[in-house]
């Protein structure tokens, strides 16, 4: 469908997603291609659901940023603008709201004021971070799946 909306640029070996029109906030700006499943994450992949990660074509370009401006719905396979979009933006998303432990940890230096630095997936965010972005639903799933898991630091109790 919509290839020429975004666009690849290349700087210093760095590539970025750029948009090439303006979007308003809740547009839909891409269909979220998935060309080939891996069961483990890559740095070119993003999280599908609990066991699937996949290669998403052109967007493998979108870097992230603390305070993005696009998510990736990855139940609809969509990117969605979270705020108004000029043509020449670049486009970036909150890794964590797909990736639950990342194959290749970075750090961020985006400058935001909410900034994580260490992005290496969202088991790695305390909640006061991971409350103000959307979250896929594998990635609420396993937060919630860790909380439950804390029973086991009950002890049993004793019969006298
Ligand atoms: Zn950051």
């Not at 937060?143 to 898991?149: A, H, P, T, V």
Request: aromatic share 8%; charged share 25%.
């Amino acid at each position: 469908m919509s290839s020429d909306v975004i666009t690849i640029r290349t700087e210093n070996k760095v590539r970025s997603l750029i948009a090439r029109q303006d979007f308003k906030c809740g547009d839909v700006v891409y269909q979220i291609p998935s060309e080939k499943l891996f069961d483990k994450p890559n740095r070119f992949t993003v999280q599908m659901d609990r066991e699937r990660h996949t290669e998403v074509g052109k967007l493998s370009a979108l870097n992230h940023s603390c305070d993005p401006n696009v998510i990736l719905d990855m139940d609809r396979m969509l990117v969605i603008a979270n705020r108004d979009i000029k043509a020449g933006d670049e486009l970036s998303f909150f890794y964590p709201s797909t990736e639950w432990e990342m194959a290749a940890p970075f750090i961020c230096l985006c400058g935001s004021p909410r900034c994580i630095h260490v992005v290496a997936g969202a088991r790695f965010l305390p909640f006061s971070t991971l409350e103000h972005h959307y979250l896929n639903r594998h990635i609420r799933e396993q937060i919630i799946d860790l909380l439950n898991d804390t029973q086991r630091h009950l002890p049993e109790m004793k019969q006298k």
